[in-house]
């Protein structure tokens, strides 16, 4: 296993193309959508098994010491097999790295156990996506 920022034209396609199936389409959205500014700054994480793109997240800065985590995504038959607890423990540890305090997240209605299940703290609901998805904010002290 293999967790890296994509690297290649194919690695970026690939990555961007998870990131859409799983978390745009099923809500109705068009391709472009999975996309937005920040990722030109963010911190990408592509989790690799055997060469095979499995899961995906991106790291924003928030300030000197919270770290957002956006984007996060398995595929779909891969979901409970324990890509999304490494791509997160990734995503923290780089948090650390970079002399995070904390990092905060907009979990969807239902990954909400998962990340209570990484120890977040549930704060109180955020917004819906497109009008239809509840989001939570929930954030880990590092």
């Not at 650390?96 to 907009?106: A, R, S, V, W």
């Amino acid at each position: 296993m293999e967790i890296k920022a994509p690297q290649t034209e194919r690695e970026w396609e690939e990555y961007f193309d998870l990131r859409y199936r799983i978390l745009r389409e099923p809500l109705n959205q068009p391709r472009g959508s999975e996309r937005n500014d920040g990722d030109a700054t963010g911190i990408h994480f592509a989790l690799y098994d055997k060469g095979v793109l499995k899961a995906i997240a991106r790291l924003d800065q928030q300030d000197e010491a919270v770290y957002q985590v956006r984007f996060v995504a398995v595929e779909k038959a891969d979901q409970g097999s324990g890509y999304g607890r490494k791509i997160m423990e990734a995503t923290e540890q780089k948090a650390k790295e970079l002399n995070g305090q904390k990092i905060i997240l907009h979990a969807r209605d239902y990954a909400v156990d998962f990340y209570l299940k990484l120890n977040y703290t549930l704060i109180e609901p955020s917004y819906k996506l497109f009008d239809v998805l509840q989001h939570f904010l929930m954030e880990k002290n590092l």
